[in-house]
Nanobody, 111 residues
Framework: QVQLVESGGGLVQAGGSLRLSCAASGSIFSIYGMEWYRQAPGKQRELVALISSSGMTNYADSVKGRFTMSRDNAKNTVYLQMNSLKPEDTAVYYC?????WGQGTQVTVSS
């Protein structure tokens, strides 16, 4: 049974940084692509970043140049380094592997 557990969210001032982690268990982690999504209050969940099994990444236009997704297959973990955070980045952030979602971690950016 695949499980994903996110961590690293919190409250930060605009311009600050946070690093989110998503630890996976129960799957052959290295063969799967992984994704980060976010959902702000009253809005639809949106794709933020993805990473392939080979490490290729892609980002939403709204976070390009500020967010970096990476993976450590030895630790079965993906990361989302978020720099230059803006109030509009405030959301619950989720990681996803296939049809499996984590429980989410709250990121709040104050102005």
């Amino acid at each position: 049974q695949v499980q994903l557990v996110e961590s690293g969210g919190g409250l930060v001032q605009a311009g600050g940084s946070l690093r989110l982690s998503c630890a996976a268990s129960g799957s052959i982690f290295s063969i799967y692509g992984m994704e980060w999504y976010r959902q702000a209050p009253g809005k639809q969940r949106e794709l933020v970043a993805l990473i392939s099994s080979s490490g290729m990444t892609n980002y939403a236009d709204s976070v390009k140049g500020r967010f970096t997704m990476s993976r450590d297959n030895a630790k079965n973990t993906v990361y989302l380094q978020m720099n230059s955070l803006k109030p509009e980045d405030t959301a619950v952030y989720y990681c996803r592997q296939g049809i499996i979602w984590g429980q989410g971690t709250q990121v709040t950016v104050s102005s």
